[in-house]
T-cell receptor, first 117, second 115 residues
Framework: GAVVSQHPSWVICKSGTSVKIECRSL??????MFWYRQFPKQSLMLMAT?????????EQGVEKDKFLINHASLTLSTLTVTSAHPEDSSFYIC?????????????FGPGTRLTVL | AQSVTQLDSHVSVSEGTPVLLRCNYS??????LFWYVQHPNKGLQLLLK??????LVKGINGFEAEFKKSETSFHLTKPSAHMSDAAEYFC?????????????FGDGTTLTVKP
């Protein structure tokens, strides 16, 4: 149980284009979904927190107009990287939880590797 | 405020020998603590978590961790390393009463297992 999927698993795009990444909780309803960015050999950096039906909460330094997050349902959140540039190339990971407390486990997707040429 | 420090960026052990990955935390409240494992180009998998119950927590794949409040530590151990344990390990602390996602990740420890 508690499986989270991401699509696509990898994507290559040209500079200036937009890319959408989907995050789905397959067997549970996620009260909250999170988007992380991970650079090679580094830890995860939380980008934003999204709750179904409300606007995402972005971490300091993350451009909300560049990284659009939509949480349309309790099982789907999307991250759109708009006007992507080579510096946006990274490993993007989502996670989901069905609780609201600090003890609740985050279930992570397998990640999406974005390469911007 | 919360923070977590993984004391070793790299740990190398021989197959069959014990594993110790060290983690110290700082928290203003009673924290929840987690260990996750990440294999190359994969997402993170929960190994175990501490949530104010038993201080010795047993996880998957033979891993366990002990919460020591006096030492503010949550070290991860395994009696006998297996080649498949080679991966990146993250210690995570969360002490907010709401929004489980406001977690802080350690910088990670790369575990290498030699045959």
């Amino acid at each position: 149980g508690a499986v989270v999927s991401q699509h696509p698993s990898w994507v290559i795009c040209k500079s200036g284009t937009s890319v959408k990444i989907e995050c789905r909780s397959l067997d549970f309803q996620a009260t909250t979904m999170f988007w992380y960015r991970q650079f090679p050999k580094q830890s995860l950096m939380l980008m934003a927190t999204s709750n179904e039906g409300s606007k995402a909460t972005y971490e300091q330094g993350v451009e909300k107009d560049k990284f659009l997050i939509n949480h349309a349902s309790l099982t789907l959140s999307t991250l759109t990287v708009t006007s992507a540039h080579p510096e946006d190339s990274s490993f993007y990971i989502c996670s989901a939880t069905y609780g609201t407390g600090r003890e609740d486990t985050q279930y992570f997707g397998p990640g999406t590797r974005l390469t911007v040429l | 405020a919360q923070s977590v420090t993984q004391l070793d960026s790299h740990v190398s052990v021989s197959e069959g020998t014990p594993v110790l990955l060290r983690c110290n935390y700082s928290s203003s409240y009673s924290p929840s603590l987690f260990w996750y494992v990440q294999h190359p180009n994969k997402g993170l998998q929960l190994l175990l978590k501490y949530t104010s119950a038993a201080t010795l927590v047993k996880g998957i794949n033979g891993f366990e961790a002990e919460f020591k409040k006096s030492e503010t530590s949550f070290h991860l151990t395994k009696p006998s390393a297996h080649m498949s344990d080679a991966a990146e390990y993250f210690c995570v602390v969360s002490d907010t009463n709401t929004n489980a996602g406001k977690s802080t990740f350690g910088d990670g420890t790369t575990l290498t297992v030699k045959p």
